[in-house]
């Protein structure tokens, strides 16, 4: 039973534009969601994360949505840089503390 | 800055060897983790650890065990390496829920 789900394997768009990576989730005891980056060859780094008391996070260029009723979140990166290609996991969390991450969404931003 | 060190950025071992990763967090934390990353599957989870000689099973334990005898140290132990293992091997360190995980830099391991 895949608990979190990113449907789209990739996604790909021009600098200086938009990027909005989505995530679906089926746990609804959930405390938390949370995302993070991963270049090829290192392990994956914190983006940014959202309680699920909370509709909207933000920090930066990147700014996190969060809706309950739809069990869905998605994360804004605006606007896109080249730097910020990479592959995208979107996590849970809930009592445990474990982590349960998506399959990822690789992002290729275009100069 | 919290660092999370793995002993081996790549290894390549032999089907049926022995394998031991291991993993050195620097930020007492309580809580570690062993996952796997392979392509289109993400990242799943092998087993954890809550404590010191504490361990849980994650998702995916069969042809594993792991060690924890000091805070500081989680390894993870393939017992008898298969082909089916080839992936990138990856360690994290965590204080608590909400915090995230702070990740090492992994372990590209190729069973040959």
């Known amino acids: 039973d895949q608990q979190v789900k990113q449907n789209s394997p990739s996604l790909s768009v021009q600098e200086g534009r938009i990027s909005i990576l989505n995530c679906d989730y089926t746990n609804s005891m959930f405390d938390y969601f949370l995302w993070y980056k991963k270049y090829p060859a290192e392990g994956p780094t914190f983006l940014i994360s959202?309680?699920?008391?909370?509709d909207k996070n933000e920090d930066g260029r990147f700014t996190v949505f969060l809706n309950k009723s739809a069990k869905h979140l998605s994360l804004h990166i605006v606007p896109s840089q080249p730097g910020d290609s990479a592959v995208y996991f979107c996590a849970g969390q809930g009592g445990s503390e474990k982590l349960v991450f998506g399959k990822g969404t690789k992002l290729t931003v275009n100069p | 800055d919290v660092k999370v060190t793995q002993s081996s950025r790549y290894l390549v071992k032999r089907t049926g060897e022995k394998v031991f990763l291991e993993c050195v967090q620097d930020m007492d934390h309580e809580n570690m983790f062993w996952y796997r990353q392979d392509p289109g599957l993400g990242l799943r989870l092998i087993y954890f650890s809550y404590d010191v000689k504490m361990k849980e099973k994650g998702d995916i334990p069969e042809g594993y065990s792991v060690s924890r005898e000091k805070k500081e140290r989680f390894s993870l132990i393939l017992e008898s390496a298969s082909t089916n293992q080839t992936s990138m091997y990856l360690c994290?360190?965590?204080?608590?829920?909400?915090?995230?995980?702070?990740f090492g830099s992994g372990t590209r391991l190729t069973v040959v």
């Open positions: 959202i309680s699920s008391i909370k």
């Open positions: 994290a360190s965590s204080t608590g829920t909400g915090y995230g995980y702070t």
